[in-house]
């Protein structure tokens, strides 16, 4: 089992900054990769960034070159920085990981709100 628990979100103006974390427990070893998802209003969840077990990267076309992900294997943590915010990435982000036996977990979810 692996428990997922985000933090971070909150209300931004146009352009600025968030960087959201992502503390899991548990049987973390068996963690595959860990996904940043985000769900809007009346939309479906969509993947926004990837980060493997062996560190390889990946983003959303929509993302890519103002989001970044990366993990501290010491503190068993992924995040999400987030940059040049735009009032379209106002969302719930969501944490999840897979784990070896393709058993998937998520977190509780955490609001970003982009807004002037």
């Known amino acids: 089992q692996v428990q997922l628990v985000e933090s971070g979100g909150g209300l931004v103006q146009p352009g600025g900054s968030l960087r959201l974390s992502c503390a899991a427990s548990g049987s973390i070893f068996s963690i595959r990769a860990t996904h940043w998802y985000r769900q809007a209003p009346g939309k479906e969840r969509e993947l926004v960034a990837v980060?493997?077990?062996?560190?390889?990267?990946n983003y959303a076309d929509s993302v890519k070159g103002r989001f970044t992900i990366s993990r501290d294997n010491a503190k068993h943590t992924v995040d999400l920085q987030m940059n040049s915010l735009k009032p379209e990435d106002t969302a719930i982000y969501y944490c999840n990981a897979d784990d070896i036996q393709g058993t998937a977990y998520w977190g509780q979810g955490t609001q970003v709100t982009v807004s002037s």
């Open positions: 980060i493997s077990s062996l560190g390889t990267t």
